[in-house]
């Protein structure tokens, strides 16, 4: 069994110069200061995304929702990477990943 002590608290872990690459706020030096502004950040775009009924099918929603989501924390927020990551597709895919991920949801939604 693990002394709870002795284990690194993750919301305590302050940041990387590498983590903090696009973050707007510059107060934000710990992780569990990052959750909070981006959950601050997400409670606003979900109250935009709920106010009034949306084409989420639309290949400009999404985009729209995820800077509205992300962006008073990440400069980046609403646009597709450009770099390689160990999770999701090659950046280069990733519009056309999406825009076949969205016909395949609107033809399941059209064909029951």
């Not at 284990?7 to 200061?33: F, H, K, M, N, Q």
């Not at 400009?60 to 989501?69: A, E, N, T, W």
Request: aromatic letters at 10%.
């Amino acid at each position: 069994m693990s002394d709870p002590l002795l284990e690194e608290d993750d919301a305590a872990t302050p940041l990387t110069a590498e983590e903090r690459e696009g973050l707007i706020p510059s107060y934000v030096t710990l992780r569990r200061e990052l959750n909070e502004a981006e959950q601050a950040n997400i409670l606003e775009a979900e109250q935009w995304a709920f106010a009034r009924k949306r084409k989420v099918l639309d290949e400009r929603f999404l985009p729209d929702l995820h800077k509205r989501m992300f962006g008073r924390v990440w400069r980046w927020a609403g646009k597709f990477r450009h770099t390689e990551r160990n999770v999701g597709v090659d950046p280069y895919r990733i519009a056309t990943d999406l825009r076949q991920l969205l016909d395949d949801c609107r033809y399941w939604i059209e064909h029951g």
